[in-house]
């Protein structure tokens, strides 16, 4: 009680930005993703060629100074084709987070607040999509849906439906019993207001880092689905899909299929350090 | 909790092939059948029937262990997964023992030199374990120990060494998972009071931590095997991929490609009922670890 007078004049975001801007892990993660999204968003710009036009005279060139990256195996600049695969990579992510973070969380907070059948019958829900373990849960949504871009982001947004239920459902069963839902009830306010004006709100700490953490699970997941053919389909400039064309030249040229490689490891390490630092400003409790 | 769980897992391997596009008797027949074939089909399967009957009749087929015929190669589908799937055990097997290996010792040494350089490099080494995707991990490894060094085969199956490079590039991840999480719960312990009692009752250093610590620590520690092990058992997808391996999860991405249903009902429901069992095998030695918890 003694820390909240003292620190009664700052806001509770003025105070987390505060802890994220001297948490060193937060600050590094949050620039490699504050760059991955400038490079994502400016994209046609900067990038120093078209990501699909390639000179085969010029194929499988190691890195030099007209191709910083050097080029694939169609005399493709490698480099362009990272910038626009930052901008597939991103927009898949934002989707497949966003498909899972609403209907999740909506699955989660109306479980958790109601409880009974309903909560019984939406958690054994979950439980069948978690019974399909990792990336085999969103090869199979894709084995109904069949391949390409927007069943990628559908499958991966499914995939991630069971974390977000689960947390905001453990979010209101910590939260329901609490004088403050206690007065609205009280006051009269309905279940829809009670759920999203005064819930909602209060468990936004874990969905924002579970939010962050699961950026970097949905990419890994759906640039393995590309790789293996059920994602992003080539000429398309995706990470996972040019890393799955560079297998054949691995040997005469590595650098072609390293760079992408390359590229989700940097984006997925981002998201998980900030998630981490997130979650320690947001949360201090749970700092060891 | 059981049941349920493997009664909606069946309803949705049973789903599959109502659910994609198309007839269900023309799906199982393949692209070039005649007319008397499909209708033959229609009938064997039971196509013609209600949705409640022909689900009670795919269950009554697949606890006898009959998972259909493969549309591509006319064999049975359980023959396939059989083989398959023993080999994908063995991979994830072999995975999750070099995952704990690592992990375990990595979590343990972090835990009692805490900020130390042996502590700082592992957690980043865990941070790249958790960050690099598993199909660039495998093929990095195979550029370097196959193709360079030639110390390992480049794929294929037969020997240990076919499994050693595929093991360790699925296992990365997971000993990263398992290393932070030993770390974290040896901190914790460490710190309770009958830790300092053993010292203060001059055990040695090294039976403080191996025999009083990391018993409790390995509490919280056991809940991530079983989620180790299925995130091994979906990986193994990738890895197999990677190698050129006979897994099953290779099987199930074939038969995504040719729209061979049946073979992907059958991966869809083995991979997943496994994964139940194996979170069951979890909780009991959870409970067998820490005696506070007891099933009914």
């Not at chain 1, 003292?6 to 760059?35: C, D, H, P, Y």
């Not at chain 2, 499994?163 to 030993?182: E, F, H, K, Q, Y």
Request: net charge positive; proline share 5%; glycine share 8%.
């Amino acid at each position: 009680m003694n820390e909240a007078k003292r620190t009664k004049t700052i806001s509770q975001t003025e105070e987390v930005w505060r802890r994220l801007k001297r948490n060193r892990t937060a600050i590094i993660g949050g620039m490699i993703v504050f760059l991955f999204v400038f490079v994502a968003i400016l994209a046609p710009w900067i990038s120093p060629y078209p990501p699909n036009e390639g000179d085969l005279a010029k194929r499988l060139k190691p890195p030099s100074k007209e191709h910083l990256l050097g080029t694939d195996a169609l005399g493709r600049d490698q480099l362009s084709r990272i910038i626009f695969g930052a901008r597939i990579s991103l927009q898949i992510q934002v989707v497949a987070v966003f498909i899972a973070l609403i209907i999740g969380t909506f699955l989660g907070m109306v479980g958790g607040y109601y409880g009974g059948t309903l909560d019984n019958l939406i958690m054994r829900l979950m439980d069948i999509l978690l019974a399909f373990p990792g990336i085999f849960l969103a090869i199979s949504i894709i084995a109904v849906l069949g391949p390409g871009l927007t069943n990628l982001m559908l499958a991966a947004g499914i995939y991630s439906i069971p974390q977000f239920a689960r947390i905001a459902r453990g979010s209101v069963l910590s939260l329901k019993e609490k004088e403050f839902i206690e007065a609205a009830r009280a006051v009269g306010e309905n279940d829809l207001n009670i759920l999203f004006r005064y819930l909602l709100p209060n468990s936004m700490a874990p969905l924002i880092i579970q939010t962050t953490l699961r950026m970097a699970t949905v990419l890994l997941t759906a640039s393995g689905l590309s790789f293996l053919g059920l994602g992003v389909q080539p000429p398309t400039p995706e990470w996972g899909a040019m890393l799955s064309t560079a297998r054949a030249y691995m040997i005469t040229a590595p650098h072609v299929a390293t760079v992408p490689g390359l590229a989700i490891m940097l984006v997925v390490m981002g998201f998980n350090l900030f998630g981490d630092g997130l979650r320690d400003s947001l949360d201090p409790r749970l700092r060891d | 909790m059981l049941l349920p769980v493997l009664l909606g897992v069946s309803l949705v391997s049973f789903s599959l092939l109502h659910m994609v596009p198309g007839d269900p008797a023309e799906l199982l027949a393949g692209e070039e059948a005649n007319p008397e074939f499909i209708q033959a089909l229609r009938k064997e399967y039971g196509l013609d029937q209600p949705l409640y009957i022909q689900y009670f009749h795919f269950i009554s087929h697949v606890v006898r262990g009959d998972f259909g015929i493969s549309i591509r190669n006319r064999e049975p589908v359980i023959k396939l997964l059989k083989e398959r799937f023993l080999f994908t055990l063995q991979l994830s097997f072999l995975s999750i023992l070099i995952a704990c290996f690592i992990g375990l010792i990595a979590g343990v040494i972090s835990s009692t030199k805490q900020y130390s350089l042996f502590d700082n490099m592992s957690m980043v080494g865990a941070l790249f374990g958790i960050s690099m995707p598993i199909f660039w991990f495998g093929l990095l490894l195979m550029l370097v120990f196959s193709v360079h060094l030639r110390w390992f085969p480049a794929g294929g199956k037969g020997t240990i060494l076919h499994l050693i490079l595929p093991a360790i590039a699925l296992g990365a991840a997971s000993s990263a998972v398992i290393a932070r999480m030993t770390r974290a719960s040896m901190l914790e312990v460490v710190r309770q009071d009958y830790i300092r009692t053993a010292r203060a009752n001059g055990l040695r250093e090294f039976i403080v931590i191996y025999k009083h610590a990391l018993k409790n620590a390995m509490i919280p520690v056991i809940t991530v095997f079983g989620l180790e092990f299925g995130y091994m058992l979906g990986g193994a997808v990738l890895t197999e991929t990677v190698f050129s391996l006979p897994g099953v999860g290779r099987l199930m991405v074939e038969g995504i490609f040719q729209r061979d249903y049946p073979v992907v009902q059958g991966s869809m429901l083995l991979v997943a009922t496994t994964f139940v069992g194996v979170n069951l095998l979890t909780d009991i030695a959870y409970a067998f670890f820490d005696p506070k918890i007891r099933y009914e």
